[in-house]
Nanobody, 122 residues
């Protein structure tokens, strides 16, 4: 079992930046992902990173603006978000996958955090 706690979400103006953090309760040398869920919408993939950090994947909507990274010594995964847009407004969740690969599907991740709210004003 692993607990994931996200932090760093807040209200920011369009064009601004935020860095989200996801702290794990223990060492998690597994694939980690960030997902988001806007009101009335399904949870969607944002970014994922392999356990070594050597492979990263992004949704087309955030490619070139967001960067996922990890510090395994601190059991923490980050999401640097630049050039934020109002459509990035959502609750952002981090997730851990216990299997191989770096999938983008919600159902392939085993542990989830409670989320942190990001609101981007226009």
């Amino acid at each position: 079992q692993v607990q994931l706690v996200e932090s760093g979400g807040r209200l920011v103006q369009a064009g601004g930046s935020l860095r989200l953090s996801c702290a794990a309760s223990r060492r998690t040398l597994v694939t980690m992902g960030w997902f988001r869920q806007a009101p009335g919408k399904e949870r969607e993939f944002v970014a994922a990173i392999s356990w070594t950090g050597g492979s990263t994947y992004y949704a087309d909507s955030v490619k070139g603006r967001f960067t996922i990274s990890r510090d395994n010594a601190k059991n923490t995964v980050y999401l640097q978000m630049n050039s934020l847009k109002p459509e990035d407004t959502a609750v952002y969740h981090c997730a851990a996958r216990l299997g191989a690969g770096v999938p983008t599907e919600v159902g392939k991740y085993n542990y989830w955090g409670q989320g942190t709210q990001v609101t981007v004003s226009s």
